[in-house]
């Protein structure tokens, strides 16, 4: 047995350390992953508890190899897979809700609870958390980490972090937030210094193990309501969403091209082929009675004053050219759209998803996600559906929502690859050839920034003394740059 | 690749869907938490679940990985209780999937795949997993001769082999209640194995032959109405015959709650009083509950039997727990299938509840035997074997 090896067996018990290959084949691949490409790590850890991170992290440390922290795993991006060996840290057992503060407004969660089980228990006490559309078995604290994209996030502030407990090579424990002081609690994100939650969040696990973290959680209010508004034009709906949040008319918004609205519907029926209609050619028209896209608007207060928001929002929307989409009309056009939205927006709780219906049809899916400041999203979604008629076979969809009160809109561009293997292989290489120069020009044409990091190692050389900066923290937290190194940012 | 594993393209394809979003282990609703799949309960890492065996399958297909005592530890664990199946928002062929590494396991040297291949081997020889003779296979009639191959029927039992050799009390039920009513019914004495243990096997091949045979036989029998006891041979009736030999069946299949139910709905059968008052609890059997969604029809006929009072397990229904009796754990790996059953037997209190009620032969006799090894008074009973008392 190596050192390595004796070390790591004699802090965990072996039902929690593995280096048995068919134990870590479960760890080498995700929905990203190519055919063929599988790579297991060396190791796989499960800790309980921030002690047993802690003793991790020391043992990695000096041994010089890689982890690779992994909360469930789940965010297809191949983020948490680990490409150079190393030890995988799975925090799933670490899945405790340890206090929902009403009064303050926060929750205290491991990294192991998933956005279901967080969104679940705050059902019960009518208070709700930011959900994406990733699935209900997603960890709440890793899709928060990475910024999500999703409901939630427009009228209240964007950042659904507090404060986080972070294990690190170099610095041991680290608590961020009101939680650096002691006895002050997890309530804040920052008191009287610097903002350190920000500095882990979006590290991709390359600065060091969060082992909990406090979360925003918001009240309910009397009642909910989904506002769905039709529009032919991007342009137009666009414009709605940022009137609609800036005048704190709704709560949340999204966009969605009419393609991930008919995968909404095959949510609902299980269908396991996608429609016809979304292998047209031409992309940017949708099937004849199918909306060009939905714009599905969360409204929640006081009942009167719910409905005040309703009439305005529908006056926007007539003023731009929307069409106002009442629950009848809704159920007729998109039945499965419309209980979509109107569970995952109305409800608070998370559903299933219409992206879990891509991936069930087989697809592998390959996102363009940048933000870009609001005047600059209409032209970069007539750009992109340029690039795409050139470079790409259909399907290809977008949605957009505006974040942190319509200063900026995250923008998705996706598109789904199918067919045999050697033409997924190709075809996925290809994309990612045009994403790499695309992001450049985006960045220079319309100031639209890359969202989530795509593993691309010249990005902090765009950054300057930031990069700079970043690169002497990580050299302090991360000596040896031992924590997730496939993510390629340092 | 080395294509260690032989599954096509498509399947290969199938494999990238998994989202390593753990729900497959986990029960719905006030269950959602709790981890329901057998084979997570053995451990705690993510390829001890459904999701984790389509990595570990990926990795088989493409090479990485070797048949192992680890990977036949774990393959050999799942049940087929179907909690994967109907949670699971991406993939639908799980099931497929691991019978596939089992049938790439069974040629190998571990005492579970000699097991497995031995029962492999009885049903193509012997047409039912236990290796008994057919001529044995209706012997629970005992002596009436007149039902079997019966032309005069309007009801075709397909007994299944659990009923047929092990389990008979429970179509000796069945026909008890039928009698009752006047109900004339065949049983064929060329019936065999559903085929059900076999595809879980990874033998589809092989088990769309017995599919071919026992579809053959109905057809001819000229009988439209098919009732099974057990509730994996109604399932693979009902979904993967269909499948398997691409067509429609001839005939209407159904299980024996869902048929007695109907009796019931149509005023035909009025279950009597028990004469003993007796308080049951009901465990609903994996592929009769999430595998063919009949979670109504045993509870409905339960409340019409007099003094009978029910209870209900706190995981039931789409959550209910697996007695450890499926994907022929029994044969492969008893300790395991004790183990899981004793779990669920501990979920009962025996002050409170008489009787544990199940309308599936293989849960009955997986709880049946659990409970004698542990020394526990309850009864273990069928459904139809609670009407029939409350008819005598
Ligand atoms: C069907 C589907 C739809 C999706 N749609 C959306 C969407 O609409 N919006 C959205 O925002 N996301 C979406 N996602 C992405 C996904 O939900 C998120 O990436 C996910 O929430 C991340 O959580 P996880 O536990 O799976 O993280 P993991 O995959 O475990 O990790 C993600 C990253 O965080 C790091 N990390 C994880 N845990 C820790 C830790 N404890 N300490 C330090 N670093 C850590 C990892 O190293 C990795 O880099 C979708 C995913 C799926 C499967
Ligand atoms: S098999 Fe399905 S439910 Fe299980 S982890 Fe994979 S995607 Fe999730
Ligand atoms: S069928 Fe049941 S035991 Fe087998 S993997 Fe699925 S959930 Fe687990």
Redesign the pocket.
């Known amino acids: 047995m190596n050192e390595l090896k004796r070390a790591l067996f004699s802090v965990f018990p072996s039902d929690r350390v593995s280096d048995d290959p068919a134990i870590l084949a479960g760890y080498s691949a995700?929905?990203a992953t190519l055919p063929g490409s599988a790579t297991a790590p060396s190791y796989v850890v499960l800790p309980k508890t921030t002690d047993e991170i802690v003793h991790l992290v020391q043992i990695a440390h000096r041994s010089r190899i890689p982890l690779?922290?992994?909360?469930?795993?789940?965010?297809?991006?191949g983020?948490?897979v680990s490409v150079q060996g190393g030890i995988v840290?799975d925090?799933r057992m670490?899945n405790h809700i340890l206090e929902i503060n009403t009064e303050s407004g926060y929750a205290l969660i491991e990294?192991?609870v998933?956005?279901h089980q967080l969104s679940s228990a705050l059902q019960k006490k009518r208070f709700f958390c930011h959900l994406?559309?990733?699935?209900g078995?997603?960890?709440?604290?890793?899709?928060?980490?990475?910024?999500?994209?999703?409901n939630f996030s427009a009228r209240w502030d964007p950042d659904p972090l507090l404060s986080l407990e972070?294990v690190t090579p170099g610095q041991g424990v680290v608590r961020t937030g009101s939680a650096c002081f002691e006895n002050v609690g997890w309530r804040a994100r920052y008191q009287c210094l610097p903002d350190l939650t920000g500095l882990?969040a979006n590290?991709?696990?390359?600065?060091?193990?969060?082992?909990k973290g406090s979360v925003k959680i918001f009240d309910r209010g009397e009642t909910d309501k989904v506002l769905l508004v039709s529009f032919d034009e991007f342009s137009q709906a666009a414009e709605y969403m940022k009137l609609i949040v800036r005048r704190q008319l709704a709560e949340s918004v999204t966009f969605w091209s009419w393609g991930w609205n008919l995968f909404h519907e095959m949510t609902l029926s299980k269908e396991t082929r996608i429609p016809e209609a979304m292998l047209k050619e031409d992309q940017k028209s949708p099937p004849p009675g199918v909306p060009f896209g939905i714009a599905s608007a969360r409204l929640s207060g006081y009942e009167d004053v719910v409905q005040v928001q309703e009439e305005r929002c529908i006056r926007i929307a007539n003023e731009l050219g929307g069409e106002h989409l009442d629950d009848q009309k809704a159920r007729e056009i998109h039945p499965g759209c419309y209980n979509y939205l109107n569970g995952y927006f109305g409800k608070g709780v998370h559903i299933k998803?219409g992206?879990?219906s891509?991936?069930r049809a087989g697809l592998h899916l390959s996102g363009c996600l940048v933000t870009v400041q609001p005047e600059n999203v209409a032209k970069l979604e007539a750009y992109m559906w340029d690039l795409a008629r050139r470079e790409f076979e259909p399907p290809y969809f977008f949605r957009a929502l505006p974040y942190s009160h319509a200063r900026e809109f995250f923008f998705?561009f996706v598109v789904y690859v199918q067919g045999s293997l050697e033409e997924r292989r190709d075809y996925l290489t290809h994309i990612k050839g045009i994403y790499h120069q695309l992001y450049t020009d985006l960045r220079n044409k319309f100031g639209a920034v890359m969202f989530?990091f795509r593993k691309y190692p010249e990005f902090l050389s765009y950054t300057g003394g930031y990069g700079d900066l970043l690169k002497d923290i990580k050299k302090s937290v991360d000596p040896h740059n031992i924590m997730?190194p496939g993510?390629l940012i340092f | 690749m080395s294509k260690n594993l032989k599954i096509d393209e498509f399947e290969y394809t199938s494999l990238f869907k998994c989202?390593?979003?753990g729900q497959c282990t986990y029960g719905q609703e006030e269950a959602e938490f709790t981890s329901l799949c057998p084979v997570h309960k053995k451990g705690n890492f993510f390829s001890y679940s459904a999701g984790g065996m389509m990595q570990i399958a990926r990795n088989l297909y493409e090479g990485k990985i070797d048949y192992s005592e680890t990977l036949k530890d774990i393959v050999y664990l799942c049940t087929t209780c179907g909690v994967c199946e109907s949670n699971c928002?991406?993939i639908e062929n799980h099931l497929d999937i691991i019978g596939k590494i089992r049938r790439e396991l069974i040629t190998l040297d571990f005492p579970e795949s000699k097991a497995l291949a031995k029962v492999v081997e009885g049903i193509e020889k012997f047409k039912n997993p236990y290796g008994h003779k057919q001529e044995d296979r209706t012997d629970w009639l005992d002596g009436r001769k007149e039902v079997i191959n019966n032309s005069d029927a309007s009801v075709f039992y397909y007994t299944g082999c659990v009923s047929a050799y092990d389990q008979k009390q429970v179509p000796q039920a069945l026909t008890r209640i039928w009698d009752h009513l006047d109900i004339r019914f065949s049983v064929c004495d060329a019936e065999q194995c559903c085929g059900g243990p076999l595809f879980y096997s990874g033998y589809e091949d092989k088990a769309r032959k017995l599919a071919q045979h026992n579809v053959r036989m109905i057809e001819e029998s000229g009988i439209k109405t098919v009732v099974a006891s057990c509730p994996t041979c109604a399932m693979v009736f009902k979904k993967y015959y269909p499948e398997w030999l691409k067509r429609e069946l001839p005939f209407e299949v159904y299980h024996s709650t869902e048929h007695l139910a109907g009796l019931v709905a149509e005023g035909r059968l009025k279950p009597g009083a028990l004469k003993e008052k007796s308080k049951a609890i009901y465990h609903d059997s994996c592929h009769l509950g999430r595998g063919l969604g009949l979670f109504e029809e045993p509870r409905d006929l339960m409340q019409a039997i007099g003094g009978l009072e029910t209870e209900e397990f706190n995981l039931c229904r789409e959550n209910s727990q697996c007695c450890g009796g499926g994907g022929m754990i029994p044969i492969i790996n008893s300790a395991f299938s004790f183990e899981t059953a004793y779990e669920r037997l501990d979920q009962i209190d025996d002050e409170t509840v008489d009787t544990l009620a199940s309308a599936c032969p293989n849960c009955r006799k997986t709880l049946h035997l659990a409970a004698r090894k542990k020394r526990r008074k309850i009864r273990v009973a069928d459904v139809c074997e609670l009407i029939a008392d409350s008819l005598a």
């Open positions: 995700d929905s690779v922290p992994m909360s469930r795993g789940s965010n297809i991006a983020m948490s840290v925090c670490m990294p192991g998933t956005l994406p559309t990733a699935t078995g997603s960890s709440a604290l890793a899709n928060y980490m990475m910024r999500p994209s999703g972070v882990f590290s991709f696990g390359t600065l060091g193990v969060v082992s998803p992206e879990e891509q991936i998705a989530r997730n993510m | 989202t390593r979003c928002g991406v």
